[in-house]
């Protein structure tokens, strides 16, 4: 638990990204992931259409680019991974970044099992028609199978529906029967942790050549698809019902709320892969140049996406002569059952379905390679040396967390309906790390770490938001994740029983408890009085003032002119 005493500080010098722009396209790709796709375009239309953008504009300046530029300060100064960062910011919230790594890990060994989805799509794609493309197949339930999409006939489900519950997830009738292992899917699951291990298993050294592949494969397909969804007839009704303003909503709070939160989720806060991934950068990189860079190319992404996407929802409409409301949706039920529905109906499907997969692969790898990295810095950072003894290479202890996230994830494709929420514990930790750096060890701090890396403090606008607006509305979107907090679904029908929900809830407190816990560790471990304790828990040991590279003149021009 002494974490900020860790052997950290090693005689061997801390590995570099080879190039700024490797730092770049790695941070694109963890922020960009499958969430631009399956989460923005929904919840633009659900909350105003082309009006939201005016609040997730705004929550993007005052939230996403100054914490942004907070977690990446912190991550390039002190060289660290989030556990040890913090714990030398703030030994009192040290269980912040132990948290971080928690939640992060917890979430790679789900995440992955969306990619092994992907693969299983994949693969399926090359047959010579799509198997989600009618329902004459063995695992269709042909008295209610549509070959479309049933509209308002509840008791109909399309072919693409059949095929992700029925032959992907081959689906129990409830929870608590867990049926047995999906083999298939095991086998992809161990290719899709193969394939994530030799991406990472060299450090940023090798995560750094496979972004320039992975981050910006996407656009290709994104933009491809863009043109040619926009010339399918109906394409224009999608578009059109995915930015027409409803400037109404602007006067209701839970849509500001859901552009902050959207926001928030996206570019990745407070998972810790953004302080782990700057502490590889030179310490005079210039860091608000890449903050706007990788925050910009965030949002710019999911607008483009929500045109993607809406203009193939209208061509289905169109098809099937359903409004466009019946069709759109989010989440995986997008990419695993709408998408695909689209595809069986495009001219040259064959074509389309591999590349929006392997799209979405590269999407999902990405953010993947940030997750991990967050357990292998960790493990590095406070460990290296005696992990080293025993394993003798990095590479068999990134072998290690990759084997250990793997069997973690089996029980992910057990034949199970699948349901995996963090906002409420994430939202409780981002509002202990905004707590932490910007209100305990203070905005002056955090102006003289960007002084010193920079050789200019940051302006105005980013103190007064470091100060006082992004905590309020981290606080804001806390306490509506509580207020507004629902029982888990699946479909339209199926309610999780109460012992699953005290069960979500368990996995979210295996993250956040990490926060009391290293409170009270710390408290207890220091000497003196319960004040002395306390006043001693709040000092950091960072050190301001030594600093060991200068920052060159060519960024402090570049901060400048930013």
Same mark, same amino acid.
């Given at each position: 638990?002494?974490?900020?005493?860790?052997?950290?500080q090693?005689?061997?010098?801390?590995?570099?990204w080879?190039?700024r722009?490797?730092?770049?396209?790695?941070?694109?790709g963890y922020?960009?992931?499958?969430?631009?796709v399956?989460?923005?375009?929904?919840?633009c239309?659900?909350s105003?259409? /082309?009006?939201? =953008?005016?609040?997730?504009? %705004?929550?993007?300046f #005052? @939230?996403?680019?100054p914490?942004?530029? *907070?977690e990446?300060?912190?991550?390039q100064?002190?060289?660290?991974?989030?556990v040890?960062?913090?714990?030398?910011?703030?030994?009192l919230?040290? /269980?912040?970044? =132990?948290a971080?790594?928690? %939640?992060s890990?917890v #979430? @790679?060994?789900?995440y992955n099992?969306? *990619?092994?989805?992907?693969?299983?799509?994949?693969l399926h794609?090359?047959?010579?028609s799509?198997?989600?493309?009618?329902?004459n197949?063995t695992?269709?339930?042909?008295?209610?199978?549509?070959t479309?999409f049933?509209?308002n006939?509840?008791h109909?489900?399309?072919?693409?529906?059949?095929?992700?519950?029925?032959?992907v997830l081959e689906m129990?009738?409830?929870?608590?029967?867990?049926?047995g292992i999906?083999?298939?899917?095991?086998?992809?699951?161990?290719l899709a942790w193969?394939i994530?291990?030799?991406c990472?298993?060299?450090?940023?050294?090798?995560?750094?050549?496979?972004?320039?592949?992975?981050?910006?494969?996407?656009?290709?397909?994104?933009?491809?698809?863009?043109?040619?969804n926009?010339q399918?007839?109906g394409?224009k009704?999608?578009?059109?019902f995915?930015?027409m303003?409803?400037?109404?909503?602007?006067?209701?709070?839970?849509v500001?709320?859901?552009?902050?939160?959207q926001?928030?989720?996206?570019?990745?806060?407070?998972?810790?892969?953004?302080?782990?991934m700057?502490?590889?950068?030179?310490?005079?990189?210039?860091i608000?140049?890449d903050t706007?860079?990788?925050s910009?190319?965030?949002?710019?992404?999911?607008?483009?996406?929500g045109?993607?996407?809406?203009?193939?929802i209208?061509?289905m409409?169109?098809?099937h002569?359903?409004p466009?409301d019946?069709?759109a949706t989010?989440?995986?039920?997008?990419?695993?059952?709408?998408?695909?529905?689209?595809f069986?109906t495009?001219?040259?499907s064959?074509?389309?379905?591999?590349?929006?997969?392997?799209?979405?692969?590269?999407?999902?790898?990405?953010?993947?390679?940030a997750?991990?990295?967050?357990?292998?810095t960790?493990?590095m950072d406070?460990?290296?040396?005696k992990?080293?003894?025993?394993?003798?290479?990095?590479?068999i202890?990134?072998?290690?967390?990759?084997?250990?996230?793997?069997?973690?994830?089996?029980?992910?494709?057990t034949?199970?309906m699948?349901?995996?929420?963090?906002?409420?514990?994430?939202?409780?930790?981002a509002f202990?790390?905004?707590?932490?750096i910007?209100l305990i060890?203070g905005?002056?701090?955090?102006?003289?770490?960007?002084?010193?890396?920079?050789?200019?403090?940051?302006?105005l606008?980013f103190?007064?938001?470091?100060?006082f607006?992004?905590?309020m509305l981290v606080?804001?979107?806390?306490i509506?994740?509580i207020v507004?907090?629902t029982?888990?679904r699946?479909?339209?029908?199926?309610?999780?029983?109460?012992?699953?929900?005290?069960v979500?809830?368990?996995?979210s407190l295996?993250?956040i408890?990490?926060?009391?816990?290293?409170?009270?560790?710390?408290?207890?471990?220091?000497e003196g009085?319960?004040?002395q304790?306390?006043?001693k828990?709040?000092?950091?040991?960072v050190?301001?003032?030594?600093?060991?590279?200068?920052?060159?003149?060519?960024?402090?021009?570049?901060?400048t002119?930013?």
């Amino acid at each position: 638990m002494s974490l900020a005493k860790a052997d950290h500080q090693s005689t061997e010098p801390r590995e570099t990204w080879g190039r700024r722009l490797e730092f770049v396209l790695a941070s694109i790709g963890y922020a960009v992931g499958l969430g631009n796709v399956w989460r923005f375009p929904y919840l633009c239309y659900r909350s105003g259409g /082309g009006a939201f =953008l005016i609040p997730y504009l %705004i929550m993007l300046f #005052l @939230c996403g680019i100054p914490l942004l530029f *907070m977690e990446f300060t912190v991550g390039q100064y002190t060289r660290l991974g989030p556990v040890h960062a913090v714990a030398k910011i703030c030994p009192l919230f040290k /269980g912040v970044g =132990l948290a971080t790594v928690v %939640i992060s890990y917890v #979430l @790679c060994t789900y995440y992955n099992v969306l *990619m092994t989805w992907a693969l299983y799509y994949l693969l399926h794609s090359f047959s010579s028609s799509l198997p989600w493309q009618s329902c004459n197949n063995t695992w269709n339930s042909v008295g209610n199978c549509s070959t479309g999409f049933p509209g308002n006939a509840t008791h109909l489900q399309s072919a693409s529906q059949q095929f992700f519950d029925h032959k992907v997830l081959e689906m129990t009738t409830g929870i608590e029967h867990s049926g047995g292992i999906r083999w298939e899917l095991f086998g992809l699951l161990i290719l899709a942790w193969a394939i994530v291990y030799f991406c990472i298993f060299k450090g940023v050294k090798s995560t750094g050549k496979v972004v320039y592949f992975t981050a910006t494969f996407p656009y290709f397909i994104l933009f491809a698809l863009l043109i040619n969804n926009v010339q399918l007839p109906g394409a224009k009704d999608g578009i059109l019902f995915f930015l027409m303003p409803n400037w109404s909503k602007l006067l209701e709070v839970q849509v500001w709320v859901n552009a902050a939160a959207q926001i928030f989720n996206s570019i990745g806060i407070s998972f810790g892969s953004m302080i782990s991934m700057a502490s590889y950068n030179k310490f005079n990189n210039n860091i608000l140049r890449d903050t706007f860079i990788v925050s910009l190319a965030n949002s710019a992404t999911s607008i483009v996406a929500g045109f993607v996407i809406f203009s193939a929802i209208g061509y289905m409409a169109h098809i099937h002569n359903l409004p466009v409301d019946d069709i759109a949706t989010d989440g995986p039920g997008l990419v695993f059952v709408v998408y695909p529905e689209v595809f069986s109906t495009m001219p040259v499907s064959q074509l389309w379905a591999p590349l929006f997969f392997i799209m979405l692969l590269c999407l999902g790898l990405d953010s993947q390679f940030a997750m991990v990295e967050v357990a292998v810095t960790f493990i590095m950072d406070g460990f290296g040396k005696k992990v080293l003894q025993v394993f003798k290479r990095k590479e068999i202890i990134v072998l290690m967390v990759c084997s250990v996230g793997f069997l973690l994830g089996i029980p992910h494709i057990t034949r199970l309906m699948d349901h995996y929420t963090a906002v409420v514990s994430l939202m409780f930790l981002a509002f202990f790390e905004v707590l932490a750096i910007t209100l305990i060890f203070g905005v002056k701090r955090l102006s003289v770490m960007v002084e010193n890396m920079l050789g200019k403090k940051p302006n105005l606008f980013f103190r007064v938001c470091w100060q006082f607006l992004s905590p309020m509305l981290v606080l804001g979107i806390l306490i509506s994740s509580i207020v507004q907090y629902t029982p888990a679904r699946y479909g339209k029908s199926y309610t999780y029983p109460l012992w699953a929900e005290v069960v979500g809830w368990f996995i979210s407190l295996v993250s956040i408890i990490w926060i009391p816990l290293g409170a009270v560790h710390e408290l207890w471990t220091t000497e003196g009085s319960l004040l002395q304790r306390l006043k001693k828990s709040l000092t950091p040991t960072v050190d301001l003032e030594s600093v060991s590279e200068k920052p060159s003149s060519e960024s402090i021009a570049l901060f400048t002119a930013a």
